[in-house]
């Protein structure tokens, strides 16, 4: 009795613990495309509702993987990656054998931009240690996004987190670390955004993403979250999720292209992650796309062969 027990809490532990992927029989179609696409793999669940991905598979897979964060504005919906449009997006990556996994995080007003990242981060371990069910090599592993998607990929690259060997889910053991980032657009110090001594508030405010910074503290007492207001700790904890904050000799390899003319996520902000990322050693490069603001038409099709080009580079197979 006593036994038979047990194997059921462990079985009870290990369906909580590992999310399999979805079959290979579940693939379905993308209209009009070569591609295939499991549709709202469940990565994660937290506080009683499931976080998605969808998995594009090229016609043949190379073997390496690229992570989209779907983000706008620390927003991320998976409405947004149904239909085609997204599949088209991700063509240049798609059609030279990049398996793409388009991962939905918490948004903002609900979840701050540090329960984003630990959103993203489960997302990444959750692929690596499923690596072999997706066809891909968990050693080659890249990311990218756009704008907010952007500022959770140059934070991924600077701010890995190795796996405890002791977590009691075996996704919880494998390391976030990640080969490769190519990003459009991105912030990377929320401290000094517009210029010097004039952090992310306001334009937040403006933009109505602001919920993404209103930090709050958990009081075991009354279990309940109570915003922090302290400007000094306010100030901490921008510091702290700004990648820029983050930068090290063992960052990933790092692309950023970013518009001459944006207004909205000044040049500026690339620029500086970029200088510290070469300052410790980091292979990194910046694109500029010459009059271009934040975000524009022609992208996917042109300044995207810069990022596919960089994965080609870092995300090749290791020469034995």
């Known amino acids: 009795m006593r036994k038979g027990l047990t194997a059921v809490l462990l079985c009870g532990l290990a369906s909580l613990a590992v999310i399999p992927p979805a079959t290979a029989a579940e693939r379905k179609p993308i209209d ?52 085609t449009r997204f599949a088209k997006n991700m063509s240049m990556l798609l059609d030279r ?17 540090r329960e984003t990242y630990a959103d993203i981060r489960r ?14 090599d968990p050693d080659r592993i890249g990311m990218s996004g756009a704008s907010a998607g952007g500022v959770i ?3 991924m690259g600077a701010a890995p987190q190795e796996g405890d060997p002791k977590a009691r889910d075996p996704i919880d053991r494998v390391s976030t670390r990640l080969q490769a980032i190519g990003c459009f657009y991105p912030a990377s110090d929320l401290i000094n ?5 004039e952090n992310v508030l306001k334009i937040a405010a403006a933009h109505r993403h602001l919920g993404s910074y209103q930090f709050r503290d958990h009081d075991p007492k009354t279990n309940s979250y109570n915003l922090i207001t302290d400007p000094k700790r306010i100030a901490e904890l ?4 700004s990648p820029i904050t983050h930068v090290s000799a063992g960052d990933s390899p790092t692309l950023i292209v970013h ?8 040049l500026l902000q690339a620029s500086k992650m970029i200088d510290a990322l070469k300052a410790v050693g980091v292979k990194s490069k910046l694109v500029v796309a010459k009059g271009k603001g934040h975000s524009w038409r022609d992208q996917w099709t042109n300044e995207m062969k810069h990022i596919a080009d960089w994965f080609d580079v870092h995300l090749a197979p290791k020469k034995k």
Do not use: C
């Open 259 to 266: 518009g001459e003319k944006d207004r909205l996520v000044p």
């Open 32 to 83: 009009g495309l070569e591609y295939t696409r499991q549709a709202d793999v469940i990565y994660h669940r937290k506080h009683g509702v499931a976080l998605t991905m969808d998995v594009i598979f090229p016609k043949k897979q190379n073997r390496a993987a690229v992570i989209y964060a779907v983000s706008s504005g620390f927003n991320s919906h998976h409405k947004w990656i149904e239909g």
């Open 97 to 113: 054998g990049y398996t793409v996994f388009l991962v939905v995080h918490g948004s903002t007003p609900k979840f701050t931009i």
């Open 153 to 155: 990929s140059l934070m």
């Open 238 to 241: 921008l510091a702290d999720n």
């Open 123 to 136: 997302s990444i371990r959750f692929i690596r240690y499923n690596a072999k069910s997706y066809g891909i």
């Open 193 to 197: 955004f517009q210029k010097e001594g």
